[in-house]
């Protein structure tokens, strides 16, 4: 989606997951794990302490933020905390809130870890739920239809064995449980159920917005995303929707980022041009 080559990019893990933030798996004051004493963190903690992160290195100013799903609950937090020391923002699958049909299938596949054999186990059936949300069922029907699983079997003969679909499944969520702790995902996935951004107040100077719902998600409607940025365009800000056609679901963005790209490219093209103009 970004030009490396013209464009420095920094990601930082959110707070509150297992991948080197600070989260449940961290020591905490009483020299061990939080588990499930972590504290409950928001979006708006997430860039508090990105932000802080930043700082750190000196940075003050960006020229674009960007992220899809959570990550674009993130860019757009980074507008509403810090508008006048970001440029441009690049909302793709999300919007200023999140809906009852979302927070609703987060607390299925939490109560799926809470009622697990296993941790891991748990772990690997709230990634499942979560898979079909990611998907479509048109994807699902192209890659699977009714193909029995592919390292055999057949249902027809005995009831143990799969559908594709069902070795799909399960091959997803083995490889997520193997690096996802248990208590970060409940954290993780409550950050996404709280975030509601429709009350704060837009601020003059803002950055100029691009929402981008994906035509076959229905985790994050594209109806939803073209609402938000109809308010943001509304209070005053350079905003605008584009939609990105594609039977992936709401994965469509990490599946096909050379569309994405494409897409999004016009609403870049004036930050390049200047970049270009100040390094000749």
């Known amino acids: ?27 905490g004051p009483g020299g061990k794990p939080y588990g499930a004493d972590f ?51 690049l909302i793709v699958g999300a919007y200023d809130w999140f809906s009852a049909f979302g927070i609703a299938l987060n607390a299925v596949a939490r109560e799926a870890i809470a009622i697990g054999a296993t941790p891991q186990a748990g772990v690997e059936l709230a990634r499942k739920i979560a898979m079909l949300t990611y998907k479509s069922e048109a994807l699902l029907g ?3 239809g009714r193909k029995f699983d592919r390292k055999g079997g057949d249902p027809t003969k005995h009831a143990n064995d799969r559908f594709d679909v069902e070795g799909y499944l399960d091959h997803q969520g083995k490889l997520f ?43 994050f409607l594209p109806e939803y995303v073209r609402a938000a940025a109809e308010r943001f365009a509304a209070a005053g800000a350079d905003s605008v929707y584009l939609e990105l056609i594609s039977n992936h679901g709401h994965d ?19 930050l390049y041009a200047g970049l270009e103009a100040v390094t000749n």
């Open 1 to 27: 989606m970004l030009d490396t080559r013209a464009l420095a990019v920094i990601g930082v893990n959110v707070l509150g997951s297992c991948y080197g933030s600070t989260g449940p798996t961290s020591f």
């Open 39 to 89: 504290p409950v963190v928001g979006v708006s903690d997430m860039v508090r302490a990105q932000r802080l992160a930043l700082g750190a290195l000196g940075i003050e100013r960006l020229a674009v933020v960007a992220g899809g799903s959570l990550g674009g609950m993130q860019a757009l937090e980074w507008t509403l905390q810090t508008p006048r020391h970001v440029d441009r923002a």
């Open 142 to 144: 192209e890659r699977h």
């Open 177 to 219: 449980s193997a690096r996802m702790d248990p208590q970060a995902y409940l954290t993780v996935t409550r950050a996404m159920d709280l975030f509601d951004t429709r009350d704060r107040v837009l601020s003059d100077p803002h950055p100029a917005y691009t929402f981008v719902g994906i035509w076959s998600d229905w985790l």
């Open 252 to 270: 469509a963005f990490l599946a096909e980022p050379e569309h994405l790209r494409a897409l999004v490219a016009p609403r870049l093209a004036p």
